[in-house]
């Protein structure tokens, strides 16, 4: 069983202090903070960030606001590679000496051009660095591969042997693998492909799925049609020991949960997970 996690974009229209407070009363023991959420003061910041740790809260993961190299749907500029880069390292040189140990999610960002080929190459040179910064300032990466809904709109890594192909390439100890049930669903072999990931899997995150009707369209767990266990089973071979976060994007959709009681939301996908045998 895993420890129970939360991301902030679950409960988008929470404020940040909100989602520390709410958390902790809801069960969880871990939070992923996004970026967006924070004050711009850096001072602030600070003190934001020193909150999960009074409420009992782990930080499991972080989200920037720029955390792909390449442009992509959310995060359109800026639109230069290196801009974005220094952006990420900016970012990671402000944060991460105050949130040791937390693991920060990456994706890839658009291939122009459908060039694949020369991205996957800045990628793996710009990680390797990404990673080697990572690793003096204590904390780690993750590459997320997304659904294929995102293809060319916000990576151009689609599964986990993409992931693990530029995970192989930079061959560096603080760089790993994010794996989101929601992302993963309908890909065959689950249980072994995530089994072959080892000791790289470094963030996991569940929801539940139904056919999309936007790019931001996930339920709570136990409401749509994912078979969380073959998901579940190849984290426990892969011998993953992180929290299990709870993911759930909401938008561009009639029946938003953001509309919605969000503490039932939260409350449904722990008791689904909880009877799955998941969650402590």
């Not at 420890?3 to 909100?18: C, D, H, K, L, R």
């Not at 990680?127 to 916000?154: C, F, I, K, S």
């Not at 986990?160 to 390439?169: F, K, N, P, S, T």
């Amino acid at each position: 069983m895993w420890t129970f996690g939360i991301s902030e974009v679950t409960t988008w229209p929470w404020s940040f202090e909100e989602d520390v407070e709410r958390y902790a009363a809801l069960g969880a023991r871990a939070i992923e903070i996004w970026e967006f959420k924070l004050d711009r003061d850096l001072g602030r910041r600070r003190e934001q960030l020193a909150l999960p740790a009074h409420h009992g809260l782990t930080v499991s993961s972080f989200q920037a606001d720029v955390h792909a190299l390449f442009p992509t749907r959310l995060q359109a500029v800026p639109a230069a590679f290196d801009a974005r880069r220094d952006a990420f390292v900016r970012m990671l040189d402000q944060t991460a000496p105050l949130l040791p140990g937390t693991v920060f999610v990456l994706n890839t960002g658009i291939a122009k051009d459908g060039d694949v080929a020369r991205a996957f190459d800045r990628t793996v040179l710009a990680y390797g660095e990404l990673a080697r910064r990572a690793a003096e300032l204590g904390v780690r990466l993750a590459l997320e591969p997304l659904h294929p809904l995102a293809m060319n709109e916000d990576s151009f890594v689609w599964n986990l042997e993409g992931a693990r192909e530029i995970v192989d390439a930079v061959g560096h100890d603080a760089l790993g693998i994010c794996a989101d049930a929601w992302n993963l669903a309908g890909q065959a072999d689950l249980r072994a492909r995530l089994r072959a990931c080892g000791d790289r899997l470094f963030l996991a995150q569940v929801s539940d799925y139904r056919r999309p009707r936007s790019y931001l369209d996930r339920l709570a767990v136990g409401d749509g049609e994912l078979d969380l266990r073959p998901f579940l089973d190849g984290l426990r071979d892969g011998g993953y020991a992180g929290p299990l976060v709870l993911e759930i994007f909401s938008k561009d959709v009639p029946d938003s949960l953001y509309d919605g009681d969000l503490h039932a939301v939260v409350r449904r996908s722990r008791t689904a997970l909880t009877a799955l045998g998941a969650v402590r």
